[in-house]
């Protein structure tokens, strides 16, 4: 069982920037890749971005794509989403979650979901 604890979130105008943590339970974080998530009011949740168990690879949307940065410390138990040069379409609840799956992009191959941190940008 793991459980994730994401902060960071709060309130950016546009072209700012955030950083959010995950915190992961447990002594096997390194085992597991992660993935970050998006859910807008009204829209599904998509992802953003994942980073393999060691860190050496990352995956992300197009959508952020060259703003957005992925990183993880295995020795902390934590992930992390640097988000730089903020757009008011980034305003979502973020989530963290731990790849369970084949697929980089599915939501049906994460697993043990946070609780999520808002964030919102303003124009």
Known sequence: QVQLVESGGGLAQAGGSLRLSCAASGRTFSTYAM???????GKEREFVAGISRSG????YANSVKGRFTISRDNAKNTVYLQMNS??????????CAVKIGG????TADYSYW????QVTVSS
């Open 103 to 106: 697929k980089n992009y599915d």
């Open 35 to 41: 993935g970050w998530f998006r859910q807008a009011p």
């Open 56 to 59: 050496g690879s990352t995956y």
């Open 86 to 95: 903020l757009k008011p379409e980034d305003t979502a609840v973020y989530k």
């Open 114 to 117: 946070g609780q999520g941190t």
